[in-house]
C-alpha cells in the first residue's frame, strides 16, 4: 500500500507537514548572527512555509544553511541559498531585506541594477608590477531553467555541464581550451591543474555543504581552462559556472577585456542552442548565494604593501575606497608576509565596469600611499568615493 | 482505509486517505529517470550492489505519505562510494513506510547484510532476562567494562535523516516526559545540548557520555544533523549506568553500562528500562516502531532487528595476536573494534568484542552469545599466557 495526501502535493511538501504548526517548526535563531536569522520573522515564516516554487523548492530548505551555521560574532554570512531562479521571487518577503542589509540598501523592491560589460569604457588599469602580483576577476552564471546547486537533481547537473562544456568547446584563438571533468581526469591531469591552482575540491565548509550542494560530488563537476591558462571555468561547484579571468602581473584591463569578451562569447554560444543565463533587471545575474546577485563580480590583485598595511589608517582607507582585503588564499585566509588579496567589496547595485574602475583607482591609490611611507610622506584618507 | 493520527500530538489535520491504486506522485519538474541514474561505478555498499537502473526507474515515481523518495534513501550511499575492505549500507530509511515502499532496493539490502534474511522471515523479541544463563560472572582482572545499547523509533514520527524541527522537537518531549517517570535504580536527568551549563558539559565529557555533532559525512550526507543542536539531548541516571541519547541517528539510543564483567546485571538493567519506557509511551498513545518480520525498525538497515550491539571491553592481547583470532571471532558470530568505538583501532590488547549479528536473533540470543563467546576468549587468554595451546578450546560455528 503506498499513501498520498488528500491533496496533490508538490515537490517536498509533505502531508505531514501539515501536522505541526507553524510555530513547532519555526528555528531558534536565538543564538544566531547571520541575514537570515536577522529578518526570519515567526509571521514570516508562517507566510512563507507552505509555499514552493515551481521546482518543489521550500523555504525550509533554503534557510537550512542559515539554521546549521549560526554565524560568528565578528562575520555575518548570508544564511541562506536559492535552489532555482524562482526562489527569489516565491520567498521574496524573506530575500528582499536580507539582499537590502548585505548589499547596502540596495532595495528589490525599487531599484534597477545596471549591467555593463563594456571592458574599451575601462580608464588606466595597468598597475605598477612593482607592487601588484596577479590580478583578476571572476563571476558566476546560471543557465536559465535548471535548478540551482543546493536543489538540482543530477540529470540537472549533468544538463548544465552539458550545454556549458558544448558551448565552451565553441570558443576559438586566445580562448580556445579544454574540458578536464572531475569523474574522469587522470592523475596526471589532475596534479597539473593542482599545480597551476585550478583545481577545486568537494567544499568542506559547512556552511555550503548544509545547503546540498555538494551532494552526489564529483559527479558532472569539472574544470574548463583555455590553453594560456588565463580564462577558467568551474562547473557545478557552488554555482552552475564560475568564470575566472586572471594573469599574473597588474594588467587588469587586459584581465577585464577577456573576462566581458569571453562571458559574451560564451552567451552567444549557448543562445544558438536556445540556452539562456538567468538574469532580470531587478537582480541582475542570478546565482546561488544571495551574496553574488547583481554582478556577481570580484576584481581583485594580489599586491604587496608592507608599509601601508601597518599603517593604522589601512582598514579605514580601504573602507572609504569600498574595498575588502583577503589574504593570498582566498576568503577566510590571513595575509601571507604584507601580500594582500584586495577586491571590491559591493557585487549589486552598480555595473561591472563600474566596479572594475572602482577597485583600479582604489589599487592606484593604495599603491601611492604605499610610495609616500616609503619615502616617508604622509599619506591622507580618501573620501569616501560614491556608493 | 482510513488513518488518523494519535491523540495527544498538536495537529490541523488529521486524516490522510490511501489508496490501493494510486502512487505518490511528485510534480518537480524531472528529467528522464536513465538520465538521473547515479554514476555507482566507483562505489562498494550494499545500495550500489543492488541498485539497477530498472529498479531506480520503478521506484523513482514513488514516495511515502511524508514524501520521501528513492533520492532521499540513497543519498548516502551515492556520496560516499565506500571503501575496499569495509562495506557500508549506502542507504537509510526516512520513516517506517520507507520499508514497505521501497522493499525492492531494501529487502535484498537487508539480506546481503543480515546473514541471508528472507523477506518472508519473523524475527523474534525476547526483552526477558531471565532466559539469559550466566553472564555475572566475567572475569574482572580481563573484562574491564559491559555494555548493551539499542535504539528506538517512535511510531508517527519521521526519522532523522526527513523529520521536520517540530518532529524531532515532539520526539524530545515525548521521550523527555517518559525518560522523567522512572524511578529507582533509574531515576535520572536530562540535558538538553543547546541548554546545557559548561560545568554540564564538562562532566558529560568527563562521563565519556557527550556525543558530538555527526562529522562522519556517511551520516551528514543523510540529513540527520540538519538543525544541530535543536532537539537533541542526553539523559542518565543518577548512577550513570543508563543512559539514552535523544535525536542523534536514531530518535533514542538506549544504552546500558558499568564497569566490570557482569553482563547479567547490564543486561537486566537494559530490559527493565527498556521495557518501562516503552509502557510509558503506550500510555501517551504510541509505541515504538516494531512489526514482526524487520523488529524494531530504526535509520539504518543495519539496526534493524534487535539494534543490539551487547559488548565488551576486554584485555586480550595474546590471544588477539593469536593466527586464528579472527576465525574464532567468526565462529563465535562476535566482532572486534577498537576501544574508541566503530572504524578505531584497539589500543594496547583491550579490544571490544560485541556481537556481529542484529535481525534475526532474539535479544537474549546475541548477549546469550557474547557472554559465551567473551567467557571462551578470556579462557584462551589465560592459556595462552601459560604458554599452552588453544587448539582444543576451539568452537563451533555457531
Request: aromatic fraction near 8%; hydrophobic fraction near 35%.
Amino acid at each position: 500500500l503506498y499513501g498520498h495526501s488528500v491533496q496533490p502535493f508538490q515537490g517536498n511538501f509533505c502531508p505531514h507537514d501539515l501536522m505541526y504548526p507553524d510555530s513547532a517548526d519555526y528555528p531558534d535563531l536565538r543564538k544566531h548572527n547571520n541575514c537570515m536569522a536577522s529578518h526570519l520573522t515567526p509571521a514570516i515564516y508562517a507566510k512563507l512555509v507552505d509555499k514552493a516554487t515551481p521546482n518543489g523548492y521550500t523555504l525550509d530548505q533554503a534557510i537550512q544553511t542559515g539554521v546549521d551555521n549560526p554565524g560568528h560574532p565578528f562575520i555575518k554570512t548570508v544564511g541562506m541559498v536559492a535552489g532555482d531562479e524562482e526562489s527569489y521571487e516565491v520567498f521574496a518577503d524573506l530575500l528582499d531585506p536580507v539582499i537590502k542589509e548585505r548589499h547596502n540598501g540596495y532595495d528589490p523592491q525599487t531599484m534597477t541594477h545596471p549591467t555593463d560589460l563594456d571592458s574599451s569604457k575601462l580608464k588606466s588599469g595597468k598597475f605598477d608590477e612593482r607592487y601588484v602580483l596577479s590580478s583578476r576577476v571572476r563571476t558566476g552564471r546560471s543557465i536559465r531553467g535548471l535548478s540551482l546547486p543546493p536543489a538540482c537533481t543530477r540529470a540537472e547537473r549533468r544538463e548544465v555541464e552539458k550545454v556549458v562544456v558544448d558551448a565552451l568547446a565553441g570558443l576559438k584563438g586566445d580562448l580556445a581550451g579544454t574540458y578536464y571533468s572531475l569523474t574522469h581526469m587522470t592523475d596526471q591531469e589532475q596534479q597539473q591543474l593542482i599545480d597551476d591552482h585550478f583545481l577545486f575540491d568537494k567544499p568542506v565548509s559547512p556552511l555550503l555543504t548544509c545547503s546540498g550542494m555538494a551532494r552526489d560530488w564529483p559527479d558532472a563537476r569539472g574544470i574548463w581552462h583555455n590553453n594560456t591558462k588565463t580564462f577558467l571555468i568551474w562547473i557545478n561547484e557552488e554555482d552552475h559556472t564560475r568564470v575566472i579571468s586572471m594573469e599574473k602581473g597588474g594588467n587588469m584591463k587586459r584581465v577585464f577585456d577577456r573576462f566581458c569578451t569571453g562571458l559574451k562569447e560564451v552567451e552567444r554560444l549557448i543562445q544558438e542552442k536556445g540556452w539562456e543565463f538567468m538574469w532580470n533587471e531587478r537582480l541582475g545575474y542570478i546565482l546561488t548565494c544571495p551574496s553574488n546577485l547583481g554582478t556577481g563580480l570580484r576584481a581583485g590583485v594580489h599586491v604587496n604593501l608592507p608599509k601601508l598595511s601597518k599603517d593604522p589608517r589601512f582598514t579605514k582607507i580601504l573602507d572609504n575606497l569600498r574595498l575588502q582585503k583577503r589574504g593570498t588564499g582566498g576568503v577566510d585566509t590571513a595575509a601571507v608576509g604584507s601580500t594582500f588579496d584586495i577586491s571590491n567589496l559591493d557585487r549589486l547595485g552598480q555595473s561591472e565596469v563600474q566596479l572594475v574602475q572602482t577597485v583600479v583607482d582604489g589599487v592606484n591609490y593604495l599603491i601611492e600611499c604605499e610610495k609616500k611611507l616609503e619615502k616617508g610622506q604622509d599619506i591622507k584618507i580618501p573620501p569616501p568615493v560614491r556608493k | 482505509m482510513h488513518l488518523s493520527i494519535a491523540g495527544g500530538l498538536p495537529c490541523r489535520m488529521c486524516v490522510l486517505l490511501f489508496s490501493n491504486d494510486k502512487m505518490a506522485k511528485l510534480t518537480i519538474k524531472r528529467l528522464s529517470p536513465e538520465e538521473e541514474f547515479p554514476d555507482l561505478s566507483q562505489h562498494n555498499n550494499h545500495m550500489a550492489k543492488v541498485l539497477t537502473q530498472d529498479m531506480y526507474t520503478k521506484l523513482r515515481d514513488r514516495a511515502t505519505p511524508n514524501g520521501f523518495t528513492i533520492d532521499g534513501v540513497i543519498q548516502t550511499g551515492i556520496d560516499n562510494p565506500g571503501h575496499p575492505f569495509i562495506m557500508t549500507v549506502g542507504c537509510v530509511a526516512g520513516d517506517e513506510e520507507t520499508y514497505e515502499v521501497f522493499k525492492e532496493l531494501l529487502d535484498p539490502i537487508i539480506e546481503d547484510r543480515h546473514g541471508g534474511y528472507k523477506p518472508t522471515d519473523k524475527h523474534k523479541t525476547d526483552l526477558n532476562p531471565d532466559n539469559l544463563k550466566g553472564g555475572d560472572d566475567l572475569d574482572p582482572n580481563y573484562v574491564i567494562s559491559s555494555r548493551v545499547r539499542t535504539g528506538r523509533s517512535i511510531r508517527g514520527f519521521c526519522l532523522p535523516p526527513h523529520c521536520s524541527r517540530g518532529e524531532r522537537r515532539g520526539v524530545e518531549k515525548m521521550s523527555v516526559e517518559a525518560l522523567d517517570s522512572l524511578s529507582g535504580d533509574l531515576k535520572g536527568k536530562y540535558y538538553a545540548l543547546k541548554n546545557m551549563t559548561d560545568a554540564e558539559q564538562q562532566q558529560l565529557i568527563d562521563d565519556h557520555f557527550l556525543f558530538d555533532k555527526p562529522v562522519s559525512p556517511l551520516l551528514l550526507a543523510s540529513g540527520m544533523a540538519r538543525d544541530w543542536p535543536d532537539g537533541r539531548g542526553i539523559w542518565h541516571n543518577d548512577t550513570k549506568t543508563f543512559l539514552v541519547w535523544v535525536n542523534e541517528e536514531d530518535h533514542l539510543r538506549v544504552i546500558s553500562m558499568q564497569k566490570g564483567g557482569n553482563m547479567k546485571e547490564v543486561f537486566n538493567r537494559f530490559c527493565t528500562g527498556l521495557t518501562k519506557i516503552e509502557t510509558l509511551f503506550k500510555d501517551k498513545g504510541t509505541s515504538f516502531m516494531w512489526n514482526e518480520h524487520l523488529g524494531y525498525v530504526l535509520t539504518c538497515p543495519s539496526n534493524l532487528g534487535t539494534g543490539l550491539r551487547a559488548g565488551v571491553h576486554v584485555k586480550i592481547p595474546n590471544m588477539s595476536k593469536h593466527a586464528k583470532f579472527e576465525e574464532v571471532l567468526k565462529r563465535l558470530r562476535l566482532q572486534k573494534r577498537g576501544t574508541g568505538g566503530v572504524d578505531t583501532a584497539a589500543v594496547g590488547g583491550t579490544f571490544d568484542i560485541s556481537n556481529a549479528d542484529r535481525l534475526g536473533f532474539s535479544e537474549v540470543e546475541l548477549v546469550q552469545m557474547v557472554v559465551d563467546g567473551v567467557k571462551l576468549l578470556v579462557e584462551m587468554e589465560k592459556k595462552l599466557e601459560k604458554g599452552q595451546s588453544i587448539d582444543d578450546l576451539m568452537p563451533a560455528q555457531k
